[in-house]
């Protein structure tokens, strides 16, 4: 008889430990869907913002009549990790990186500049969206100050969004935190010239 007890009392230990295990295994599963889940909808949410942004700069464009891509200069930022006040202001290095670019142009008559402001992931998404609108201002104020007509400059922020390196390291972040100028020429034929595959890059900080 206490045979008999012993065996049901540990078979009913058993199924209560596999019972156990199989809700831990449900609960594990699900926690993983919710997880799955979650990360898809902040992928679409982040391409859904890409997308808008390259929507609203391509609006700016369309102002102008057959547009060609004539020219491209990034600007490098050495600093700048984090927003704090005054990280949006344009170095003296940085001004004089944007004056040796426009130097270079030469004639900038009928030019039209899209000035895209690009973050690493340090902090908040809507941190440093602001952080690279704030930024890309900065630079077309400068722009419009050297002389360039200000409906023709364009600002875009993408913040931590278009990546160009790894973000889990310093030199990945540095890469990222960039300023990206596009320079348009209103073409007078309708086969717009194959752009320039290499882009200008300075480095220098704010």
Same mark, same amino acid.
């Given at each position: 008889m206490q045979a008999r007890d012993g065996?049901?009392?540990f078979w009913t230990i058993c199924s209560n430990v596999m019972l156990i295990g199989s809700l831990s295994g449900c609960a594990t599963r699900q926690w993983?869907?919710?997880q799955m889940e979650l990360h898809d909808q902040r992928v679409t949410v982040t391409e859904q913002r890409v997308g808008?942004?390259?929507?609203?700069?391509? !609006?700016?464009?369309?102002?102008?009549? *057959?547009?060609r891509l004539e020219r491209q200069f990034v600007l490098n930022l050495r600093g700048g990790s984090k927003f704090t006040s005054g990280s949006s202001r344009l170095s003296e290095d940085g001004k004089r990186a944007v004056s040796g670019f426009l130097s270079d142009l030469g004639d900038t008559e009928g030019l039209v500049f899209l000035v895209a402001g690009h973050t690493d992931a340090t902090g908040s998404e809507e941190k440093n969206y602001e952080l690279g609108q704030k930024r890309a201002a900065s630079v077309a104020r400068y722009l419009t100050k050297q002389g360039i007509d200000p409906f023709r400059v364009t600002t875009v922020s993408y913040g !931590?969004?278009?990546?160009?390196?790894? *973000?889990q390291t310093a030199e990945g972040k540095r890469r990222n935190r960039r300023i990206e100028i596009s320079v348009y020429r209103e073409a007078f034929t309708s086969t717009p010239r194959a752009?320039?595959?290499?882009?200008?890059v300075h480095d220098s900080a704010y």
């Open positions: 065996k049901k009392r993983v869907l919710e808008e942004v390259d929507t609203k700069a391509n !609006e700016a464009l369309a102002r102008f009549n *057959n547009l !931590e969004d278009k990546p160009v390196a790894d *973000n752009p320039n595959p290499q882009a200008e």
